[in-house]
């Protein structure tokens, strides 16, 4: 990992970036389910769009938690959930 940096994301940056990961997440939910669809729940490319899922969910989490941090006093609620 690299060393923290020492200039975090602004509060424009953090709230673009959120709005690009939210789209994101939305398109992957409708291919995930497209394949789920075709190949059935069991099926590997299934499974690993679910995992993909989980691992964006983290992400946000740690996205809005970063945010928080980049931007005391500001209220950063919302933007990457």
Same mark, same amino acid.
């Given at each position: 990992?690299?060393?923290?940096?020492?200039?975090?994301?602004?509060?424009?940056?953090?709230?673009?970036?959120?709005?690009?990961?939210?789209?994101?997440?939305?398109?992957?939910?409708?291919?995930?389910?497209?394949?789920?669809?075709?190949?059935?729940?069991?099926? /590997?490319?299934?499974?690993?769009?679910?995992? $993909?899922?989980? @691992?964006?969910?983290?992400?946000?989490?740690?996205?809005?938690? /970063?945010?928080?941090?980049? $931007?005391?006093?500001?209220?950063?609620?919302?933007?990457? @959930?």
């Amino acid at each position: 990992m690299r060393a923290e940096t020492q200039h975090p994301l602004t509060l424009e940056e953090h709230r673009d970036l959120g709005l690009e990961i939210k789209t994101t997440q939305a398109r992957l939910r409708e291919v995930a389910a497209l394949v789920e669809g075709v190949y059935g729940p069991n099926n /590997q490319a299934a499974f690993t769009f679910h995992r $993909l899922m989980e @691992s964006m969910d983290r992400l946000c989490g740690d996205l809005q938690a /970063q945010a928080a941090a980049d $931007l005391p006093g500001f209220d950063v609620d919302g933007f990457y @959930s």
